[in-house]
């Protein structure tokens, strides 16, 4: 009796089931399980041994991989310092956010520092992405332009032209006909994902795959593919604000976590070298509500506003509405403020907001975070000249966070002479800042706004 080789695999995330269901047990979506035939069935009743493979041991010294720059340093830094050759880099992000746009002056860059690079579109026509070149002032780069979605007819091509870099926009448009499934399905996703980076670790190509991104914000397709991939990348920002995030989530030739901040103008992206001063040259002076967060954004220290509102409520349930942070951050720290100190938020909205479009997720934010809702709350302002930075525990402490000097190096440079951060030793404040060191949550209420 022959096997059945069919699986079931959910469409939103990827995840295999043993049988069809009507909700996924992994992500709970409702009606995206769908059956697939597998890829490989693998070889039937070969009892032939494979060969040996070499084996070095961990003192072994290689060479670093080589890095071409494209001379656009945000891009680089995200990169980990330049392209890594052979290298497979995957880049999500919201539809419209400038994906197309960053990728095509990426590509046009790097052509113009002396690699052959090719375009490959599968979402636009040729005539669409000259246009944007047009208008980017990009026609003179020497970029191989071609729209084509049949992945064996970009395979041959790719194979002919030997380029050095080949962008792919979008690995979701792509279909290979060996599969039988519609372009976009997650066995189309999967293996059009793993020949391409198949190909690149062959021939010595670096390979830039367009994902697109589900409601939730995350690459859509199954998860594999960000496993195949050296590099994930997320383009980030909101529609009403001129900045753009590209903010490397996995990469393994540079740093995690690394950030390059680019301005939307009427000319593409342009790169900010200065992103902290830039996300506070709106800000007002002396507002209640308003804290100044010291933070690193992968290796670089970056000064940020939170903002926040405290309102009475007529619901029932008050509101807690959060941009930029996680909420479960907020309902936490409001749930310290009231068992440790003794400030409630009852029958109070909540409303908190990091200026600019920035996303913030490290820990040490909850010190500014405390800061911005007491701010509002109690409708006394925060000195505008003060950051504030540190973790608050469960306990109402205050723990000390890491690169701390960076932070008050960075603070210093833009002008800013107070800082309140967690006691911490050997921390030397800058010259002309005055560091304030707080224990606890307690303290830090009690000097700022009074009896806590």
Known sequence: MSKNTSSFTCTACGAAHRKWNG?????????????????????????????????????????APPRASSGISELDRVLGGGLV????????????????TLLLQAVSAFANKGLKCLYISGEEAAAQVQMRAERLGLTKAPVGLGAET????????????????????????????????????????????????TFAKKKGVSVILVGHVTKEGQIAGPRVVEHMVDTVLYFEGERGHQFRILRAVKNRFGAADEIGVFEMTGGGLSEVTNPSALFLSDREKATAGSAVFAGIEGTRPMLMEIQALVAPSTLASPRRTVVGIDGARLS???????????????????????????????????LAIAGAILS????????????????????????????????????????????????????????????????????????MFGAG
């Open 150 to 197: 049949n992945l064996r007819d970009i395979l041959t091509t790719l194979d002919r032209e030997r380029p050095d870099l080949a962008v792919i926009d979008s690995i979701q448009t792509m279909w290979l006909d060996t599969i039988e499934a519609a372009p976009g399905s997650v066995s189309q996703v999967r293996a059009a994902a793993h020949e391409l980076v």
């Open 332 to 366: 936490t720290i409001l749930a310290v403020l009231e068992a440790r100190v003794g400030i409630t938020f009852a029958g109070l909205d909540v409303f908190l907001n990091v200026a600019g479009g920035m996303r913030v997720n490290e820990p040490a934010a909850d």
């Open 376 to 447: 509002a709350r109690e409708d006394v302002a925060i000195p505008p000249d003060m950051v504030l930075f540190g973790e608050i525990s469960l306990s109402g402490a205050l723990r000390p966070v890491s690169q701390m000097e960076n932070r008050l190096k960075e603070a210093a440079k833009l002008g800013f002479t107070q800082a309140v951060a967690p006691r911490a030793a050997k921390v030397q404040s800058q010259a002309g800042m005055t560091l304030r060191e707080m224990s606890d949550l307690t303290a830090f209420v009690g000097e």
């Open 85 to 100: 050759a052979a290298s497979a880099i995957l880049v999500g992000g919201d539809p419209g956010i400038g994906k197309s």
């Open 23 to 63: 909700q996924c047990e992994a992500c709970g979506g409702w009606n995206t399980i769908v059956e697939e035939g597998a890829l490989s069935s693998g070889p039937k009743g070969s009892l032939a041994k494979g060969r040996s493979i070499p084996l070095t041991d961990l003192a072994t010294q290689g060479a």
